[in-house]
């Protein structure tokens, strides 16, 4: 790929008065990428090639003093080294420190997508390891946080009787001394191995991983000692080039995105969790759906579904997973808004359900996979 010659073009919005947004787009051209005066480079490589370009500038919305503007700056793609971290500090390393400019959007020549390749498995590979073909997936959570993995074993053994296609640890389960990493996942797979034997069901135990580099690929042997083919990972959490680097490492694990920590970044959401995850590896991606627990709207979880499913060169679509609050009377709904390329995480309310948990279970799967759309 011939790196030098093509751009990247980093889209922010920056809260500024219409005086200074010119020089302030300039000032941000050249932060995130050369960092020090133009008049001072004499190479006439450095400034034809690397220095940042302003493409445009549009004022969206005036206020009472300052207005919201949308500015397109071009950056060298050779300056990321095609590395996930890197990628992140030339769009928005420095510029992020500015509390009035997000990060919207992220336009990618095409040799730039196709060097870090996007999801290994996708929709259609966590379709597979379900049996799910051409309808929505399923999705729970294990939880509460303190439980030994014998009792988590047994939650994720009744929501496979249930017919759940995932079943996935909370976020927040690690390798805490109440619950093992190395007791906990041979344990819930087996319960889920179980459970299908019994029913004839293809349910999927997804571990949580975290920790550093070398945690992430020792938790990686574990679960596939387990059985297990499909992981969870927060990639906010656990640093963007690790999450890249296990995805690159373990092609045969499908990904499983969480959103943790991706709200303290002031990049868009539908740019981060939808194309910069499925950028990176993620083959799904969890977020959490409008009138949850969380305050997105309706117009930004349609936005980030599009984004992770739009035709993108040969990247292979990433599932989205509406999650946050939900529950079954919102299954109908969720389906028609988001059609049947996608996975539904209901976690607490079946949860609630104590000794019927198999019996909701099953009554989401029904409403799943019986769902005449609109």
């Given at each position: 790929?011939?790196q030098a010659?093509?751009?990247?073009?980093?889209?922010?919005?920056?809260?500024?008065?219409?005086?200074?947004?010119?020089?302030?787009?300039q000032?941000i051209a050249?932060?995130?990428?050369?960092?020090?005066?133009?008049?001072?480079?004499a190479?006439?490589?450095?400034?034809d090639?690397?220095?940042g370009?302003?493409?445009?500038?549009?004022?969206?919305?005036?206020g009472g003093?300052d207005?919201?503007?949308?500015?397109?700056?071009?950056?060298?793609?050779a300056t990321t080294?095609l590395?996930?971290g890197?990628?992140?500090?030339m769009?928005?390393?420095?510029?992020?420190?500015?509390d009035?400019?997000?990060?919207?959007?992220?336009?990618?020549?095409?040799a730039?997508?196709?060097?870090?390749?996007?999801?290994n498995?996708?929709?259609?590979?966590?379709?597979?390891?379900?049996?799910?073909?051409?309808?929505?997936?399923?999705?729970?959570?294990?939880?509460?946080?303190?439980?030994?993995?014998?009792?988590?074993?047994?939650?994720?053994?009744?929501?496979?009787?249930?017919?759940?296609?995932?079943?996935?640890?909370?976020?927040?389960?690690?390798?805490?001394?109440?619950?093992?990493f190395a007791?906990?996942?041979?344990?819930?797979?087996?319960?889920?191995?179980?459970?299908?034997?019994?029913?004839g069901?293809?349910?999927?135990y997804?571990?949580?991983?975290?920790?550093?580099l070398?945690a992430?690929?020792?938790?990686v042997?574990?679960?596939?000692?387990?059985?297990?083919?499909?992981?969870?990972?927060?990639?906010?959490?656990?640093?963007?080039?690790?999450?890249?680097?296990?995805?690159?490492?373990?092609?045969?694990?499908?990904?499983?995105?969480?959103?943790?920590?991706?709200?303290?970044?002031?990049?868009?959401?539908?740019?981060?969790?939808?194309r910069?995850?499925?950028?990176?590896g993620?083959?799904?991606?969890?977020?959490?759906?409008?009138?949850?627990?969380?305050?997105?709207?309706?117009?930004t979880?349609?936005?980030?579904?599009?984004?992770?499913?739009?035709?993108?060169g040969?990247?292979?679509?990433?599932?989205?997973?509406?999650?946050?609050?939900m529950?079954?009377?919102?299954?109908?709904?969720?389906?028609?808004g988001?059609?049947?390329?996608?996975?539904?995480?209901?976690?607490?309310?079946?949860l609630a359900?104590?000794?019927?948990?198999?019996?909701?279970?099953?009554?989401?799967?029904?409403?799943?996979?019986n769902?005449?759309y609109?």
């Amino acid at each position: 790929m011939p790196q030098a010659a093509s751009r990247i073009t980093a889209v922010y919005r920056i809260r500024s008065d219409a005086a200074s947004i010119e020089a302030r787009a300039q000032a941000i051209a050249v932060e995130q990428s050369v960092e020090m005066p133009v008049a001072a480079i004499a190479d006439r490589s450095v400034l034809d090639g690397i220095v940042g370009r302003v493409d445009g500038i549009a004022e969206l919305h005036s206020g009472g003093g300052d207005g919201l503007f949308e500015v397109r700056i071009a950056l060298a793609a050779a300056t990321t080294g095609l590395e996930a971290g890197q990628l992140m500090n030339m769009l928005f390393g420095n510029t992020s420190l500015h509390d009035d400019v997000v990060l919207h959007d992220v336009l990618f020549p095409e040799a730039v997508a196709a060097a870090f390749g996007g999801p290994n498995h996708g929709l259609e590979g966590l379709r597979a390891r379900a049996g799910a073909a051409g309808r929505a997936m399923t999705c729970t959570a294990l939880k509460p946080q303190g439980l030994p993995p014998a009792a988590l074993a047994g939650l994720a053994g009744r929501f496979a009787r249930g017919g759940l296609d995932f079943v996935k640890d909370d976020h927040g389960l690690a390798d805490q001394a109440y619950s093992p990493f190395a007791e906990r996942v041979p344990a819930c797979a087996d319960a889920v191995r179980a459970a299908n034997a019994a029913t004839g069901g293809r349910t999927r135990y997804v571990p949580s991983l975290s920790g550093d580099l070398d945690a992430l690929r020792r938790q990686v042997a574990i679960a596939r000692d387990a059985g297990v083919d499909t992981v969870l990972v927060a990639p906010m959490v656990v640093g963007l080039p690790a999450f890249r680097a296990l995805v690159r490492e373990a092609a045969d694990m499908a990904v499983l995105a969480h959103p943790a920590l991706g709200g303290a970044a002031r990049i868009a959401l539908p740019l981060l969790f939808g194309r910069l995850f499925r950028l990176f590896g993620a083959d799904a991606t969890i977020f959490p759906n409008h009138g949850g627990r969380f305050g997105y709207t309706a117009e930004t979880c349609r936005a980030l579904a599009d984004a992770a499913r739009a035709p993108w060169g040969d990247l292979r679509p990433c599932v989205p997973v509406p999650a946050g609050g939900m529950a079954l009377d919102r299954v109908g709904e969720m389906l028609d808004g988001y059609g049947a390329d996608t996975m539904l995480l209901i976690g607490g309310s079946l949860l609630a359900a104590g000794d019927r948990l198999v019996d909701a279970a099953a009554a989401f799967t029904t409403s799943v996979c019986n769902h005449v759309y609109r």
